[in-house]
């Protein structure tokens, strides 16, 4: 982790967490780790997800933070697009299985003190394969740079730092031929981005126009994705959701949209502790709380 997660922030502050398939949440940070976790099965259904949150609660250390993680809308998106019939059955099961968490929640008389909290991390918009940018394996393939791509992006990490601007040159230039797609350096990101410091981002970067998706070349069968994210956070079709309700919150408040970088910052306010450094603005978060 570049950061800390709110689940170490808490043990931190002696507040038993339990995370249960949330991505990366089974990594050790700082010789931590939540109190109970659940590594990633993506066989198992959300109810039963649900059922071991209820087998924490519990236990005889009863956790004061649970985060579940459920991927099959994205799943779904991603190998169907946004707009397809499996999306909408993906979100009635997820529908069904907060029903099912409601439904034991007020079953044992915990409703009224729990604070409910429903998001999700980016959007997701539909793409076609005749919006692919065909890479070329030999712009791509070099002893001076490691290269990769998934989906709207592409990376490239120059071996030695000589050959930076030379290996630049030559993207920016394939970039002009084929078009539709943009090359930074890691300086050059665009601020919004919040992609800018850690170590793990490539020293250039190979950024897709809205849209449009990176390939291998024609002559390898096409991807099948129907859908994808990650491109400019600031166009509506990478817009999340966030969903709160509780005695912690508001009620019938409808705000702005606000970064995801602002639910830390909420979720530590609402665990009663204080925040690790991170990257929320001030004065950034809505206007929700009680």
């Given at each position: 982790w570049g950061g800390e997660p709110i689940w170490i922030t808490a043990e931190k502050n002696d507040i038993v967490s339990a995370t249960c398939m949330w991505p990366g949440s089974e990594a050790e940070n700082h010789n931590l780790r939540p109190t109970y976790y659940r590594n990633f099965d993506a066989h198992m259904d959300v109810k039963s997800k649900v059922d071991i949150l209820f087998s924490w609660l519990e236990s005889a250390k009863i956790p004061r933070f649970l985060a579940l993680y459920i991927p099959e809308v994205d799943q779904m998106g991603h190998a169907h697009g946004p707009n397809s019939s499996q999306v909408k059955d993906a979100l009635k099961k997820v529908d069904e299985g907060i029903l099912y968490l409601l439904n034991g929640l007020y079953d044992r008389d915990l409703r009224g003190n729990v604070d409910l909290i429903v998001l999700s991390d980016h959007g997701m918009l539909e793409i076609s394969t005749e919006n692919t940018i065909y890479l070329d394996s030999?712009?791509?393939?070099?002893?001076?740079?490691?290269?990769?791509?998934e989906g709207c992006y592409a990376f490239v990490y120059p071996y030695q730092e000589k050959d930076l601007e030379n290996i630049?040159?030559?993207f920016k230039n394939y970039s002009l031929k084929l078009g539709h797609f943009k090359v930074w350096l890691k300086n050059e990101i665009p601020l919004r981005y919040h992609y800018t410091n850690n170590v793990r981002i490539p020293e250039i970067l190979l950024v897709a126009d809205v849209g449009w998706v990176f390939g291998n070349t024609p002559t390898v069968p096409p991807f099948e994705t129907k859908g994808t994210h990650g491109y400019d956070p600031t166009i509506s079709e990478m817009h999340a959701i966030f969903i709160a309700d509780g005695p912690s919150f508001k009620k019938n408040t409808i705000v702005e949209g606000f970064k995801n970088l602002e639910i830390y910052n909420i979720l530590s306010v609402v665990l009663g502790i204080s925040p690790a450094p991170n990257n929320s603005t001030a004065g950034g978060a809505p206007d929700i709380l009680l």
């Open positions: 030999k712009k791509t393939t070099s002893d001076l740079f490691y290269f990769f791509f630049y040159e030559d």
